[in-house]
């Protein structure tokens, strides 16, 4: 079990890895880890971020009430 995570974990890094070597901080999206490592634009702090982002579960709060570096809900729909 333990192994085919490791397995599976590697897979994805390594499928992610392209994808972010060209991204800039704005890729990484909004949510804590935008917050935490902004200005660190080395792709390590980028998939940090992003790992962040989506394991904290607080991009819903930061949109819903613009911060962590999200818009609006209502404003992006233009209301």
Do not use: E, W, Y
């Amino acid at each position: 079990m333990r192994r085919s995570f490791v397995i599976v974990f590697l897979v994805c890094l390594t499928a992610a890895v392209p994808v972010l070597s060209h991204a800039s901080q704005k890729n990484t999206g909004c949510g804590l880890g935008s917050v935490i490592f902004k200005g660190q634009d080395a792709l390590l702090f980028q998939i940090l971020a992003v790992t962040t982002n989506g394991t904290s579960g607080n991009q819903t709060f930061g949109i819903t009430t613009g911060t962590l570096n999200c818009d609006r809900f209502m404003t992006t729909l233009g209301g």
